[in-house]
């Protein structure tokens, strides 16, 4: 299986400040169309995860601006402008070029 | 509007059997897969199969497989998931979640259900 590896795994920010969250895969997420298969999702507490980014870096519908993905293989990173208290949870990364598809471990975000 | 509504949680002792249920509306069922994913308490994702209602073709993650089985009726836009034995290690949230497929590769989940929560204990 392809291994997913978040970091930090802990990120406390002070809110109106940046985060970063990077995550590193052990295999390839290029498809030869073009696209890395690297998505993001949030899972607020006591929620379902949600999608934020698909396809390395395309904000899904009603994502906000702020949150925004890069990289190629194997580093990829999610960048969020200016922290908001709502932006609490734990984000994963989840590559779907290879079955079975794979998450990262999580990075819990917690607003100092 | 999309929604991926599941049944409600479940206790169990070990050893029995368990069907949870998610129906789809918003969308056509039959066109698109319809995938489960396991979170086990206080742990991450992990990604156990799906199914596409309209011929119900399925794939398994080779850590699920022979442990649980995947279907759907596309008659009432359903999906389920079931154990045969369940063990004290699948208790955990199950969530059904919508994949959406981007050039024969599994792109990304883009609608989620609320989760059904499955204690198994003696």
């Known amino acids: 299986d392809v291994v997913m590896t978040q970091s930090p795994l802990s990120l406390p920010v002070t809110p109106g400040e940046p985060a970063s969250i990077s995550c590193r895969s052990s295999?390839?997420?290029?498809?030869?169309?073009?696209?890395?298969?690297l998505d993001w999702y949030l899972q607020k507490p006591g929620q379902s995860p949600q999608l934020l980014i698909y396809?390395?870096?395309n904000r899904a519908s009603g994502v906000s601006d702020r949150f925004s993905g890069s990289g190629s293989g194997p580093d990829f990173t999610l960048n969020i402008s200016r922290v908001e208290a709502d932006d609490v949870g734990v984000y994963y990364c989840?590559?779907?070029?290879?079955?079975?598809?794979?998450f990262g471990q999580g990075t819990k975000l917690e607003i100092k | 509007e999309v929604r991926l509504v599941q049944s409600g949680g479940e206790v169990k002792k070990p050893g029995e059997s368990l069907k949870i249920s998610c129906k789809a509306s918003?969308?056509?069922?039959?066109?698109?897969?319809i995938g489960w994913v396991r979170q086990m308490p206080g742990r991450g994702l992990e990604w156990m199969g799906m199914?596409?209602?309209?011929?119900?073709?399925?794939r398994y993650s080779p850590s699920f497989r022979g442990q649980v089985t995947i279907s759907a009726d596309k008659s009432i836009n359903t999906a389920y998931l079931q154990w045969s034995s369940l063990r004290a290690s699948d208790s955990a949230i199950y969530y059904c979640?919508?994949?959406?497929?981007?050039?024969?590769?599994?792109?990304?989940?883009?609608?989620w259900g609320q989760g059904t929560l499955v204690t198994v204990s003696s």
């Open positions: 979640a919508r994949p959406m497929i981007y050039d024969n590769r599994l792109g990304w989940f883009d609608f």
């Open positions: 918003g969308y056509t069922f039959s066109t698109y897969w």
């Open positions: 199914i596409f209602p309209g011929d119900s073709n399925t």
């Open positions: 295999q390839s997420l290029l498809h030869s169309n073009g696209y890395n298969y």
């Open positions: 396809l390395g870096s």
């Open positions: 989840m590559q779907g070029l290879h079955i079975p598809c794979t």
